[in-house]
């Protein structure tokens, strides 16, 4: 806009040294314009690959977790399984003792 300004302000020939100079410095400043782009650029993809970065973070250790939370039920499920057949082991060896105490009973009250 400055520049824009200054060319409209200006009334002199394109060979003037004064608008020489101009037409270099607005192709500095533009040229200046497209380095703090690129800056900006690369920034935002340093930003990118940082955010990519913390959520690759995230998510492993997210991961990590949840395979040790699932290890943790499986180890519950089977040592309750385990209980629950020795009590059931348990409940038919003493229903056998009966039927075989029930069954003599029988036997010698005949």
Known sequence: M?????????????ASPFH????????????????????????????????????KQYLDEA??????LLKEAVENA????GEQKQYLDEAMAKETRLLKEVERAT???E
């Open 2 to 14: 400055y520049l824009n300004e200054l060319s409209v302000l200006m009334v002199a020939d394109a």
């Open 20 to 55: 020489r100079r101009l037409e270099a410095v607005e192709r500095d400043v533009h040229a200046l314009f497209a380095l703090h782009s690129m800056d900006v650029v690369a920034q935002a993809v340093e930003n990118a690959q940082s955010t990519l970065g913390e959520q």
């Open 63 to 68: 991961m990590a977790k949840e395979t040790r």
């Open 78 to 81: 089977q040592s309750t399984l």
């Open 107 to 109: 036997i010698a009250g």
